[in-house]
Nanobody, 121 residues
Framework: QVQLVESGGGLVQAGGPLRLSCAAS????????MAWYRQAPGKQRELVAA???????NYVESVKGRFTISRDKARNTVYLQMNSLKPEDTAVYYC???????????????WGQGTQVTVSS
């Protein structure tokens, strides 16, 4: 089994920072990529940022220059440093990993349970 556990969400004032963490655990052979998605009320889930196993990153346009995704491969953990937060960043943030379990050749996608981020104006 594989689990993704997120932490670090909460309530913050506009302009403030917040850091999210997501640790993957279980019978993991290789993680190809990890990412953060978010879903605001009444909206579709969107990709916020992603990082590959060789360190390539990409961001949704609305967070470029404010958010930074990073990964600790030894700990199977991904972080999202969010600075200059805006009320429109309010959403449930989900961790995502594309990985291969030990003894299995297929890569599969796993999701965390989500963590609420609320930015007050």
């Amino acid at each position: 089994q594989v689990q993704l556990v997120e932490s670090g969400g909460g309530l913050v004032q506009a302009g403030g920072p917040l850091r999210l963490s997501c640790a993957a655990s279980g019978s993991i052979a290789e993680i190809r990529s990890m990412a953060w998605y978010r879903q605001a009320p009444g909206k579709q889930r969107e990709l916020v940022a992603a990082v590959t196993n060789v360190g390539l990153t990409n961001y949704v346009e609305s967070v470029k220059g404010r958010f930074t995704i990073s990964r600790d491969k030894a700990r199977n953990t991904v972080y999202l440093q969010m600075n200059s937060l805006k009320p429109e960043d309010t959403a449930v943030y989900y961790c995502n990993a594309n990985l291969r379990r030990r003894g299995i050749t297929l890569y599969q996608t796993y999701w965390g349970q989500g963590t609420q981020v609320t930015v007050s104006s």
